[in-house]
């Protein structure tokens, strides 16, 4: 399942982490590129292999963060 959120104006991907290498090729080899086609800026789609709650929770606590939706 893919988990997504919004970040300003980017989206934030939350990948697998049992396979971080093969679950980083969509986002690199294809959905930057298809981006970059359209015109949007570089760094506009993050994405990450991280524990979700240790994530979002340093997210929240952060000053500067301000929302967050998922």
Known sequence: MLKALIA???????????APL???YLPQRV??????????PGGVLSALC??????????????LVDDIFS
């Open 31 to 40: 959905a930057a590129p298809a981006l970059a086609d359209v015109g949007a």
């Open 8 to 18: 300003g104006n980017c989206p934030v991907v939350r990948l697998s982490r049992q």
């Open 50 to 63: 991280a524990d979700p709650a240790m994530t979002l929770e340093s997210w929240l606590t952060s000053p």
């Open 22 to 24: 093969a679950a980083m």
